[in-house]
């Protein structure tokens, strides 16, 4: 089993809807959750973090995390064209400190 | 915010020779520097984790003596490819992170860099 799991898309949404990414992990000892968004050639950039179960949000961006279902999900509100990137979630390995495993990551394209 | 510098940023190198690429934390000390790989349209591929003043860790499959680490100091950390070949061409992007502890800050990435093994 892959250690971090992600749908690998495309995921289409039309403009000013909302934007669901979802993510599974394997090892239960993970304790820090990240969501990256990368541009095609760019590197990974921070988006969310979150740290304990239930919902965190940040402007138009929602994480929530399940750690009893090792889930944890992205929701964007009035997605943006300029949305439109992979996603990549992050899911810190609990015996190797701060190293971050990474999913494949879901392209998310927003039309306007 | 954190501010993580790699380069070179693009390098082109023929078959054999050797490539150094380097990560530096502009603004604050990383104790820990790791090292990324990324294919097209694959993710990222944690390579090795490089603590100051000791031998890097490398992940399983990784050859060290290929994929030379060195950080030196608690701002710079280096990759150096040796007798580079086509498939090592891919994206190479090292990060740090500014805290310690069990991955509680989140990782400050390099822009990057593009080797082509020709």
């Known amino acids: 089993q892959k250690e971090v799991e992600q749908n690998s898309g495309p995921l289409s949404v039309p403009e000013g809807a909302i934007a669901s990414l979802n993510c599974t992990y394997s090892?239960?000892?993970?304790?820090?959750f990240f969501w990256y968004r990368q541009y095609s050639g760019k590197s990974p950039e921070l988006i969310m973090s979150i740290y304990s179960n239930g919902d965190k949000e940040d402007g138009r961006f929602t994480a929530q995390l399940n750690k009893a279902s090792q889930y944890v999900s992205l929701l964007i509100r009035d997605s943006q064209p300029s949305d439109s990137a992979t996603y990549l979630c992050a899911v810190n390995r609990a015996q190797a400190g701060t190293a971050l495993i990474f999913g494949k990551g879901t392209t998310l394209s927003v039309s306007s | 915010g954190a501010v993580v510098s790699q380069h070179p940023s693009r390098v082109i190198c023929k078959s054999g020779t050797s490539v150094k690429i380097e990560c530096r934390s502009l603004d604050f000390q990383a104790t820990t520097m790791f090292w990324y790989r990324q294919f097209p349209k694959q993710s990222l591929m944690l390579m090795a984790t490089?603590?100051?003043?000791?031998?890097?860790?490398?992940e399983q499959g990784v050859e060290k003596d290929k994929f030379l680490i060195n950080h030196a100091s608690l701002t710079l950390s280096t990759l150096t490819v040796t007798s580079a070949h086509p498939e090592d061409s891919s994206f190479y992007i090292c990060?740090?992170?500014?805290?310690?502890?069990?991955?509680?800050?989140?990782?400050?990435f390099g822009n990057g860099t593009r080797l082509t093994v020709t």
């Open positions: 990060s740090a992170t500014e805290g310690g502890g069990w991955g509680n800050s989140p990782l400050h």
């Open positions: 490089s603590n100051e003043g000791s031998k890097a860790t490398y």
């Open positions: 090892d239960r000892g993970s304790q820090s």
